[in-house]
């Protein structure tokens, strides 16, 4: 069996506010993961590279409880359903008649178990809604060599998942062992930076026993060399800095001399300028200058104002308001005159007839810029109103090809009705009901998707001949509607 064979499951049953991130880490953790692709919130298909990874996925995931996150953490743990498609479960079929299971089989399964249950651990942590991951380890190659012949055979499943949990902690112990390193590290550069700086060196004299430092010795350690070149960069970046921040003052200084002059400009005779200093102009505050508003000071007059044209607005919506009255009477009058004289053809034949006598009138009725679908389903009312009592025998006459690219008529269908029918298809195919797969369905159909879109959401579930069929017996359902 080839290791490039189809390798794909169905996840069913996620539980809600469960992201694809957290997915995918649960995919990960049982190896060869490829892709995932999510077709509903409840549901969707993850590629795996190899048939033993699918059949690992399928021993370690199925019936798995993941806890609720986000918003639905209070709602109660839902089991995942894996299951292969109709291809996957072909190919395992022939390939676990030929499996040989070995023991680096039980031990990657048992790794994987271990790992499995390190993610579910990280999603029932509070912090979880907020996005952290769980931090991921690599195991140390010296970490991975073990002996199976050490390891009695009635307790090696045991022995194999403590190992695995000994081999995560020893790496979390690395892991915080070198992150105290570089604490370390840092404080001691920064007692280093302490002690080379200009006021240390003002501090220790030459003649003091321990803090004379000769030249050569900066020149000979490339540690002090680097430390002093470190301060070299600092003190040039402060110097940066501090220019910087004078320029900005500058030019902040230079933009209130520029406001305080065009306030200058406005001020009242009585008041002299030149008095003023800039602390005095800069204190003025935006309270006072609304003070001065007529909105503020003197409202009668500002309403005075306001008055005119709030007249002119109240003639204009009036005005408004009247043309709208006048178009809606208008096209309520278009209409009764166009129903009466459709009515002579709704008394009968014989009412509708020119004025000087001769035969009836025939109306021909052309579907102009129709679409094809709309134009098929006309035409298949037509032939069922003339005979009401073939609606059954015309729709199932009709060939899939033909009937697939008939429109329903959306507005008359009531979706409630075609739940049945597609449960009974996916419960036939299954054995049982996957409310999540229906629920896929019906909201291809709420968009108004066509026959072909709904077969690419059961085709790789179901069996290659029932997905168009099951299709095949809604559609037609739903064009006989």
Known sequence: MSGEAASTVFVGSI????????LVQLFQACGGYRSFKRVSKAFGFADFSTLRDALRVLAVLHDLELPCMGAHKNEPRKKLIVRADEKTSAFLGEFEKTMVRTEADAMQDAAARARVDYVIRAMSKPNAEAGDEPERYEIPSHLKDLSMSEI?????????????????GAVASDAASRRRELELERQRAALMQARSSPLAGKESTPDTPGTSMDTSDVADDPEQA????????????????????????????????????????????DHDPSRRTMEAWISLDEDKELAEELFWTDRRRWTQLRAEARRREDEADKADREAEAAEQSDSMRQA???????????????????????????????????????????????KIRADPSKRTELVDAIPRDELWHTTP?????????????????????FGESVPDLLEAVLDKLREHASAQDVVDVLAPVMDEDEAPALVERVWRFLVAT
């Open 336 to 382: 009764d005159a166009f129903l009466a004289s459709l009515a002579p053809m709704a008394r009968g034949p014989s009412a509708w007839r020119p004025s000087g006598g001769g035969a009836p009138i025939k109306l021909q009725v052309q579907h102009g810029d129709v679409p094809p679908g709309v134009q098929r389903r006309l035409q298949l009312e037509e």
């Open 409 to 429: 008529a959306w507005t008359r269908i009531d979706l409630a009705h075609v739940a049945p029918i597609i449960d009974r298809g996916i419960e036939e195919s």
């Open 15 to 22: 539980s809600p506010g469960v992201s694809d991130r957290w």
């Open 152 to 168: 009695p055979a009635y307790r090696r499943k045991q022995v194999l998942s403590e190992i695995e949990k000994f081999r995560l």
């Open 226 to 269: 680097d430390e002093a070149a470190e301060m070299e960069r600092q003190r040039a970046e402060e110097a940066r800095r501090d220019m910087d921040a004078r320029h900005a003052e500058h030019a902040y200084m230079e933009r209130e001399r520029a406001r305080i002059a065009a306030w200058t400009e406005r001020a009242p005779a």
